[in-house]
């Protein structure tokens, strides 16, 4: 079993940044893919971006060249820096941990992007 929490969302203005944690307990390998998808109001969940040790991380398309995801393995955590943001970037952001093919997810954290 694993359990993610999740920190970080909140109130931001247009052009602002955020930094996303997620705290992961149980045994992670540096071997899982480590990540976050985000939802949207009415809208389906989608990846912001996953990666795993000694791959180059994958983005969503929406975020790539705003984001950067980072971990730390032998903390078992993920991060997610995210930079220009815009009011499309508002959404429950959830971190991501795939392991011996189950998924599993955090509660998520709002990030709401509004002047």
């Known amino acids: 079993q694993v359990q993610l929490v999740e920190s970080g969302g909140g109130l931001v203005q247009p052009g602002g940044s955020l930094r996303l944690s997620c705290a992961a307990s149980?045994?992670?390998?540096?071997?899982?893919?480590m990540g976050w998808y985000r939802q949207a109001p009415g809208k389906e969940r989608e990846l912001v971006a996953r990666?795993?040790?000694?791959?180059?991380?994958d983005y969503g398309s929406s975020v790539e060249g705003r984001c950067a995801i980072s971990r730390d393995n032998a903390k078992q955590m993920v991060w997610l820096q995210m930079n220009s943001l815009q009011p499309e970037d508002t959404a429950v952001y959830y971190c991501?941990?795939?392991?011996?093919?189950?998924?599993?997810w955090g509660r998520g954290t709002l990030v709401t992007v509004s002047s």
């Open positions: 991501h941990v795939r392991k011996d093919g189950v998924d599993y």
């Open positions: 149980g045994s992670v390998l540096s071997s899982n893919v």
């Open positions: 990666i795993r040790s000694g791959r180059y991380p």
